[in-house]
């Protein structure tokens, strides 16, 4: 599973991926945030600038694409590898909206 983005999300979805025996392949330009991802347990990371994310998937797909690919939009990486990288499928964390706290306020006063 390739997933674009190795901010906190990104991460913890792949911790998950090693935990139901998925095998995560993290993307980032962040050499800081790749280097998180290694000291958490993940095994195969790249950085785009360095590497070409194509042919470095199918190298450690055996020829293979990534079956999945996790694109977290709040991620610093543009989801223009998608097509070239994944087989069958995209997953999308969906973004959240954060309240500032007089608009969490309005709206709890706002309900019944």
């Known amino acids: 599973m390739a997933i674009l983005g190795a901010n906190t999300l990104g991460?913890?979805?792949?911790?998950?991926?090693i935990y139901y025996q998925l095998v995560p392949i993290v993307i980032d330009v962040d050499?800081?945030?790749?280097s998180l991802a290694e000291n958490h347990g993940i095994y195969y990371?790249?950085?785009?600038s360095k590497a070409d994310v194509r042919q470095r998937i199918i190298e450690i797909t055996g020829g293979k694409l990534a079956e999945f690919t996790l694109y977290e939009p709040r991620s610093n990486m543009l989801p223009n590898y998608i097509p070239s990288i994944t087989r069958c499928f995209l997953l999308r964390a969906a973004p959240f909206r954060t309240l500032r706290s007089e608009e969490h306020t309005s709206e709890l006063q706002s309900r019944p």
Request: with cysteine.
């Open 11 to 17: 991460i913890i979805a792949a911790e998950l991926c």
């Open 31 to 34: 050499e800081t945030k790749l």
């Open 45 to 48: 990371t790249i950085n785009p």
